[in-house]
């Protein structure tokens, strides 16, 4: 799994060790009976596509360090990272910020489990409740969401990341998008599948986390 961003690949030991977390954590799912249209494979690959960008300011941080204790360019030692033995050699010479790689990509990991096993958990009543009971359909895209009342970066929020889910149903050509809010702020009495959905409960709250359609262009 090279990563075509050349300065990547300093943390794709990293990323291909977390990446195998996540397989494993949605087997289950992949090897269950499903309760979705898709292939859980296909969403994993999705999210997983976000993490790398993510993962840019640590690792600059790691090759700025590694240049000025050698004195070599960062040009230089970006040529270096073609060779699995030199990445190993960057890594070990900086021990804490190859930890903080590790962190991210092993929370990355376990959120993403999470998010996929709640959204296939939940996929009957989501339809119904924001598809009226049509199928939301299959997943196109998958965005790291940032909360306008934070005024805040994504990547500043603490916790796992709030997702944007863009759906399409390939039968009617409805284009819905979801946002999943692992750490839900508010707090409603409403519980999924307890009535028919209604103007002024758009969210759909499961304790510690929530669905809700994300409107506008």
């Not at 190859?98 to 709640?118: K, N, P, S, Y």
């Not at 979801?178 to 969210?203: F, S």
Request: overall charge neutral.
């Amino acid at each position: 799994m090279q990563s075509s961003v050349p300065i990547l690949r300093l943390a794709e030991p990293i990323l291909v060790r977390g990446y195998g977390q996540l397989l494993v954590g949605i087997q289950p799912l992949i090897y269950g009976q499903p309760t979705c249209p898709f292939d859980p494979a296909h969403l994993m690959e999705l999210y997983w596509r976000l993490l790398p960008i993510h993962l840019l300011p640590r690792v600059r941080a790691i090759l700025v360090q590694e240049s000025e204790r050698t004195g070599k360019a960062v040009g230089l030692l970006l040529q270096q990272l073609n060779r699995p033995e030199a990445v190993r050699a960057i890594l070990r010479r900086h021990p804490d910020r190859a930890r903080q790689l590790h962190a991210t990509v092993d929370a990355w990991a376990e959120a993403g489990v999470q998010f996929i096993h709640r959204l296939q958990q939940d996929w009957p009543q989501l339809c119904r409740h924001f598809a009226g009971g049509d199928s939301l359909g299959l997943p196109t895209q998958v965005e790291r969401h940032q909360p306008s009342a934070t005024g805040l970066a994504a990547d500043e929020v603490a916790g796992p990341a709030a997702l944007c889910i863009h759906f399409v149903n390939p039968t009617n050509g409805v284009a819905v998008r979801l946002i999943y809010e692992p750490q839900a702020q508010d707090v409603c009495p409403c519980e999924i599948g307890a009535g028919p959905p209604v103007a002024d409960r758009p969210a759909l709250y499961r304790g510690p986390y929530a669905w809700r359609q994300e409107h506008g262009p």
